[in-house]
T-cell receptor, first 114, second 113 residues
Framework: NAGVTQTPKFQVLKTGQSMTLQCAQD?????MSWYRQDPGMGLRLIHY???????DQGEVPNGYNVSRSTTEDFPLRLLSAAPSQTSVYFC?????????????FGPGTRLTVL | GNSVTQMEGPVTLSEEAFLTINCTYT??????LFWYVQYPGEGLQLLLK?????DKGSNKGFEATYRKETTSFHLEKGSVQVSDSAVYFC????????????FGPGTRLSVLP
């Protein structure tokens, strides 16, 4: 049971480049989400999904796209990277249907946009 | 909207000192409250949680009590260890808020031997 996995662990992009951050979970969780972590700002929700084929925007969705074709995978796409997207990105998952369920986090992807 | 406020630190303590990290929240309904811990280079992991007023969450010597009257969920530990050095996040989740988590800014704790 690997939990939540993320790849890559580190990435450097140039402004305007695109890339996809991968996230997978093997716990059969319906709810998955993407956060970015910036100094002094905690974690901010980018996008989330309550099941395959269903996604919605979080607090800071601009510049990011997501899709959810399977229960296991929830990739995050940066369409045209900007320096403001330099951050650490975390994927998380949990059981849906009860808001007290804990979220399980991946190890993170540290992204630098030059 | 919902929000979480916590002391940002950094907090530096000597080993075996008493720890308190304050956390207060704003919510429209009746949230569940959480403390997460992030060790260097890792993701967040759940430390403890409480789902209703007056509940006390506890784990690894850490405790926090859900206080509805003061909208607080302060984290305490009686005797910290060097291995407790990490960043601690207070968070809430509420059914009326789409069940999404709202995190505080995090508090960095350094424990010196």
């Amino acid at each position: 049971n690997a939990g939540v996995t993320q790849t890559p662990k580190f990435q450097v992009l140039k402004t305007g480049q695109s890339m996809t951050l991968q996230c997978a979970q093997d716990m059969n969780h319906e709810y998955m989400s993407w956060y970015r972590q910036d100094p002094g700002m905690g974690l901010r929700l980018i996008h989330y999904s309550v099941g395959a084929g269903i996604t919605d925007q979080g607090e800071v969705p601009n510049g990011y796209n997501v899709s959810r074709s399977t229960t296991e995978d929830f990739p995050l796409r940066l369409l045209s990277a900007a320096p403001s997207q330099t951050s650490v990105y975390f994927c998380a998952s949990r059981q849906q249907g009860k808001w007290a369920n804990e979220q399980f986090f991946g190890p993170g992807t540290r992204l630098t946009v030059l | 909207g919902n929000s979480v406020t916590q002391m940002e630190g950094p907090v530096t303590l000597s080993e075996e000192a008493f720890l308190t990290i304050n956390c207060t929240y704003t919510a429209t309904g009746y949230p569940s409250l959480f403390w997460y811990v992030q060790y260097p280079g890792e993701g967040l992991q759940l430390l403890l949680k409480a789902t209703k007023a007056d509940d006390k969450g506890s784990n690894k010597g850490f405790e926090a009590t859900y206080r509805k009257e003061t909208t607080s969920f302060h984290l305490e530990k009686g005797s910290v260890q060097v291995s407790d050095s990490a960043v601690y996040f207070c968070a809430l989740s509420e059914e009326n808020y789409g069940q999404n988590f709202v995190f505080g800014p995090g508090t960095r704790l350094s424990v010196l031997p």
